[in-house]
């Protein structure tokens, strides 16, 4: 069982937490509404959307003093869309993959995500997607259509194939939904995994430590062939077969 910091460690990381806080909070609702400004200006989407990468996930990763290691990427076509399929540790993930992506990306978000301030506004103006988590079918496949159509566009969709945050870096089972997306639109999908993101910002509260995130981008997962079942099944093993093996690389 680790040792409990001393007090006064423990106040100053209290106080150091409250300012990163209030610093992370006025950052986001500033980049945002600078993003919205441009997209309201210039009618464009994906010079917004790549503020994102190139303006608000590094003042909050540097904010947060999260060093990020980036690996695979340079043996991507990223000309091509995907389904990307990441591990999910922590809220800050959406800013390591931001990052980590040389082109716009777009997430499969939680419905509830509309609600939050600036947060909402933004990925609705974006052209992101949102599922109900305990939606009825109709919902859901709503959801999944709207994915799909995402990704017929031409766009890159990243979607959290677990449903939620692991716990301690352990791979969760991969829901079929992020692989229904991929055999509709009929692209590769492309396995990611994320590791330190939870020890740099752990799930529940706000307890920010730096450290160093690293996302590894696997090699991209072709369909299969056989019935839609079929299909979504294996590549759902194989896609959790290929993050479980980045996430063990040295």
């Known amino acids: 069982m680790p040792l409990a910091e001393p007090l006064p460690a423990r106040l100053l990381w209290t106080a150091y937490n409250a300012v990163q806080l209030v610093f992370t909070l006025l950052w986001t609702a500033g980049c945002i509404s600078l993003a919205l400004a441009v997209r309201a200006a210039t009618g464009d ?17 540097g904010g947060a003093g999260a060093k990020l290691v980036v690996e695979g990427r340079e043996a991507i076509d990223w000309s091509r869309p995907y389904v990307m399929v990441a591990t999910h540790e922590s809220i800050i993930d959406i800013c390591a993959l931001f990052r ?20 909402g506004r933004y990925a609705r103006a974006m052209g992101m997607c949102f599922i109900e988590r305990d939606g009825n079918r109709a919902s859901m ?3 999944l259509r709207a994915a799909t159509e995402i990704v017929k566009a031409g766009h890159l969709l990243c979607i959290f ?9 352990r791979v969760g089972e991969f829901k079929p939904g992020a692989f229904q997306v991929a055999i509709a639109a009929g692209v590769h999908v492309l396995p990611v995994a994320m590791s330190g993101a939870g020890a740099v910002l752990p799930a529940g509260g706000f307890r920010v430590r730096p450290g160093t995130i690293r996302v ?28 479980v093996a980045l996430m063990d690389a040295p």
Do not use: Y
């Open 45 to 61: 989407v994906r010079r917004p959307l790549r503020m994102a990468a190139t303006l608000w996930a590094p003042g909050l990763l």
């Open 141 to 143: 496949v709503r959801s």
């Open 161 to 169: 194939p677990e449903g939620t945050r692991n716990r301690g870096g």
């Open 216 to 243: 590894r981008f696997g090699t991209p997962i072709t369909l299969p062939e056989g019935s839609p079942a079929e299909v979504r099944d294996r590549i759902a093993r194989q896609a959790r077969e290929a993050v």
């Open 100 to 119: 980590a992506t040389p082109v716009p990306l777009r997430f499969m978000l939680k419905q509830e995500m509309t609600r939050v301030p600036f947060v």
